[in-house]
């Protein structure tokens, strides 16, 4: 959650984030209001509090009659003190409500607006130009049924609308492609890990995620787990309550996980093939790193991103996605989208993601600063960030990108080691 003594110190700046999201300037008074009836209520509670064992101390010396005018008055006082215990308990849960239905702080230079008003960073590599080619390109669920690759109609009569099977090439391209970021990853100081995707609601809401409102989100009610649509959750949890030594070097865990989504509000959009489903497979970075740490390490999970996409020769371009498109975590997220030349668009393969403090404050996550002299000092949040490095998205890009004319698909050069030396994935 976002630091309410910075908020209070620096409203303007809040509210300013506040209108690039497109969201509730108001909340920011809200919240500065609360936080004074709480400390106002903490500062009666504290008083009466006081004034209760000052008088306890008299009574204990007191006899007789005096004795018993002191009882009746620590009686009334004593209800006075639990009425100020409830209204300071009152007062901290509506300032904690508050907070947790703020955003995080955008950084600086986040482009202000919506889904459409990102900013163009770069583009690398050309689409490719079918009609030199001299065919028509098309689409994955085709090539990938002349291939043998996916099973749409099984999927959905296994499992409903937006379900499949990967089969035969299909799944080894999947499992190569993950493959192939788990070995990078692990080149980059990653410990692997296969996470749970369930998890409870403390760890949903601690990620950033509202479990109250989110139509997005799978949960087992008979249960109270969530089904994670990305390891990041999980991750986000790992440390959660811990004091974290980063001293050295920054906490990097690469996820493996499959990840579930209702895709609510989408109905009609991107239907056909595996673009948007309800399962698919991720392997997703996650970092613990010091504050100022993050914005470096933000550049770096960048890079092996746009690393993953030259091994598999897409062309793509890289946003900075705007301020009203954010999630709810992050400060800044930056996308990679690959060319789906059928679509005749870019669309997202990748995306990495800032969260600074506000994921570490909600779920407890510090590390312990050194002072001067070398000795340990005041813990303080550590800053979150999480990408993605592989999901069966991947396979729409690389199989309409890499088609050739009879429908077979040629593999790009660095993903063959990890499919047996295959060159092609032919047409049954």
């Not at 799944?171 to 296969?194: Q, V, Y």
């Not at 056909?272 to 100022?292: A, D």
């Amino acid at each position: 959650m976002i630091d309410v003594k910075e908020l209070a110190e620096n409203p303007d700046l809040f509210r300013a984030s506040q209108r690039a999201r497109g969201a509730d300037e108001s909340l920011v008074d809200r919240i500065v209001a609360a936080d004074a009836s709480r400390r106002e209520s903490i500062a009666e509670f504290e008083s009466l509090r006081a004034e209760q064992k000052a008088f306890g101390k008299r009574v204990a010396q007191a006899k007789g009659e005096e004795k018993q005018a002191l009882l009746a008055e620590v009686k009334d006082l004593a209800a006075r003190v639990k009425a100020a215990e409830a209204a300071a308990d009152a007062a901290q849960e509506e300032l904690t409500g508050l907070q947790r239905s703020f955003p995080n702080l955008i950084a600086d230079g986040v482009p202000a607006g919506g889904e459409d008003d990102f900013t163009v960073l770069k583009h690398v590599g050309e689409p490719r130009d079918f009609s030199a080619d001299g065919f028509e390109p098309r689409d994955h669920l085709e090539i990938g049924e002349l291939i043998g690759a996916i099973d749409m109609e099984r999927g959905a009569k296994v499992s409903g609308s937006r379900f499949y099977f990967l089969k035969g090439v299909g799944a080894r391209l999947e499992i190569a492609l993950m493959n192939m970021a788990l070995d990078l990853a692990l080149e980059n100081g990653f410990t692997p890990m296969i996470t749970p995707t369930l998890v409870r609601p403390e760890t949903m809401q601690g990620t950033g995620f509202d479990v109250a409102h989110d139509d997005e989100i799978y949960r087992l009610e008979r249960d109270d787990l969530y089904l994670t649509g990305t390891s990041e959750v999980a991750l986000a949890g790992y440390h959660a309550d811990e004091i974290l030594d980063l001293a050295e070097s920054p906490l990097r865990y690469a996820g493996w996980s499959s990840c579930y989504r209702r895709e609510a509000g989408s109905a009609g959009k991107d239907t056909r093939g595996i673009i948007r489903v309800h399962q698919f497979n991720k392997l997703e970075m996650f970092v613990y790193t010091s504050v100022e740490n993050a914005e470096a390490e933000h550049a770096r999970m960048l890079a092996w991103e746009e690393q993953m996409l030259a091994r598999v020769e897409l062309p793509y371009r890289v946003i900075d996605t705007a301020a009203g498109d954010l999630g709810m975590s992050a400060a800044r997220k930056f996308d990679c989208e690959a060319w789906v030349p059928t679509q005749g668009k870019y669309r997202e393969l990748t995306s990495t993601s800032n969260c600074t403090t506000f994921q570490a404050r909600r779920l407890n996550i510090r590390e312990r600063q050194v002072d001067a002299d070398g000795k340990p000092g005041r813990t303080r949040a550590v800053a979150t960030l999480n990408g993605t490095l592989a999901t069966t998205r991947w396979i729409v890009a690389i199989l309409e990108q890499h088609q050739n004319a009879d429908g077979s698909v040629t593999v790009p050069a660095a993903l063959r080691p990890y499919l047996g030396g295959l060159e092609v994935l032919p047409v049954l």
